[in-house]
C-alpha cells in the first residue's frame, strides 16, 4: 500500500490550504484515515482522522479550523486547513489504517509564513 499526499505550500497566516491523499495497492476500504504532522524540532503529532463520514476527531489545535472528508475514490482523504497559523508549519503526514495495519505517506511541507 502507498499513500501519495500533496496540497503542502507556503501560505500567510490566515490563510487555506487543501491537502489531499490517496492510498493505492489495496482491494480493502481503509478503515482509518487521516493526518499527522512534525514540526522542526518536535515530536510527531497526530491531527485528525475519520472512520466513517459521521466519525471524525480532531485535536484540540485543529478542532474549528480544519475538516476532515473521505473522497469520493476508495481510499482517499482531505484536509480543508482555514485561519492557518506560523504554528501550523510542520510536514504533514497521512495515514491510512487497512486490515489492522497502518501505513504512512510520504508528507507534505506546509509552511505559514508572512
Known amino acids: 500500500v502507498q499513500l501519495q499526499a500533496s496540497g503542502g505550500g507556503l501560505v500567510q497566516p490566515g490563510g487555506s490550504l487543501r491537502l489531499s491523499c490517496a492510498a493505492s495497492?489495496?482491494?480493502?476500504?481503509?478503515?482509518?484515515m487521516g493526518w499527522y504532522r512534525q514540526a522542526p524540532g518536535k515530536e510527531r503529532e497526530w491531527v485528525s482522522d475519520?472512520?466513517?463520514?459521521?466519525?471524525?476527531r480532531y485535536a484540540d489545535s485543529a478542532k474549528g479550523r480544519f475538516t476532515i472528508s473521505r473522497g469520493s475514490a476508495k481510499n482517499t482523504v482531505y484536509l480543508q486547513m482555514n485561519s492557518l497559523k506560523p504554528e501550523d508549519t510542520a510536514v504533514h503526514y497521512c495515514?491510512?489504517?487497512?486490515?489492522?495495519?497502518?501505513?504512512w505517506g510520504q508528507g507534505t511541507q506546509v509552511t505559514v509564513s508572512s
Open positions: 495515514i491510512s489504517d487497512i486490515r489492522g495495519s497502518r501505513y
Open positions: 475519520i472512520r466513517t463520514a459521521t466519525t471524525r
Open positions: 495497492g489495496s482491494i480493502f476500504s481503509a478503515d482509518v
